[in-house]
């Protein structure tokens, strides 16, 4: 835990530097992030449950073209009694003044449009051929509660919420703690059965539930 001391109101507070809220997904090699996921995927209607540990660690960084540094980020999974986590995948992420853009399976997505502002929206399938898919900035600055912990200062991102209780429900969140990164990820994106007397019943044929909770954190 970190303490927080008291800040004065003198002259050196009139100018405070400016937010640009990079520090909600600080990159700096070392970093690792530890969380809980569960997975419910359905195939034919049949649902599978998977429950695991992800780590994910910052293990290096490279110059790219846009003039700053990609980040590696290696992904690493431990099944439900594992001692030992095992090689998963390696994604990257990247930032400017504007934008923090991650590359997550060879798919590029727009992940957080900068600075951070309430109510801010931006096409989070910019960089990618998915079609447009609106984000938006539903909080800042905001406490958030994960796993009994409590994270003072938070982004909530929506990045989809349609409703659709009939054909298809897509309905997707990331949460992102200042200084630490993403602490809290939900998807529930399911395909419902619709034809004959199933239509409306929301009777599910393909899809998942996934989340994704913050379980420990810091620097190897």
């Known amino acids: 835990m970190v303490a927080i001391s ?4 003198d002259s050196s507070d009139e100018n405070p530097p400016f ?7 600080p990159l700096k090699k070392g970093n690792f992030q530890i969380y809980d996921v569960t997975s ?8 599978e449950t998977l429950r695991y540990e992800l780590k994910i660690t910052t293990t290096d960084s490279f110059p790219n073209p846009e003039g700053n540094y990609t980040y590696i980020l290696y992904r690493s999974k431990r099944n439900e009694g594992a001692s030992e986590f095992s ?3 390696t994604w990257s992420a990247r930032m400017d003044t504007r934008e923090i853009v991650m590359n997550e399976e060879n798919t590029t997505f727009f992940k957080i449009k900068l600075p951070v502002s309430k109510g801010d929206e931006w096409d989070g399938n910019l960089y990618n051929n998915k079609g447009e898919d609106t984000y938006t900035m539903e909080d800042v600055k905001i406490p958030f509660d994960v796993n009994g912990a409590t994270f003072d200062d938070c982004i909530v991102i929506n990045q989809n919420d349609n409703q659709d209780f009939v054909v298809t429900l897509d309905q997707r969140k990331e949460v992102y703690a200042r200084n630490i990164g993403l602490v809290y990820k939900e998807v529930r994106v399911l395909n419902y059965c619709t034809v ?3 239509l409306g019943e929301q009777e599910i044929e393909s899809g998942m ?3 994704q909770t913050m379980k420990s954190y810091g620097v190897e």
Do not use: M, Q, W
Request: aromatic share 14%; proline share 4%; charged share 20%.
């Open 196 to 198: 004959g007397s199933c």
């Open 6 to 9: 008291a800040i004065s109101c």
């Open 40 to 47: 419910i995927e359905y195939t034919l209607g049949v649902p």
């Open 19 to 25: 937010d640009t809220g990079k520090d909600y997904f």
């Open 87 to 89: 090689y998963l995948d």
């Open 209 to 211: 539930i996934l989340t």
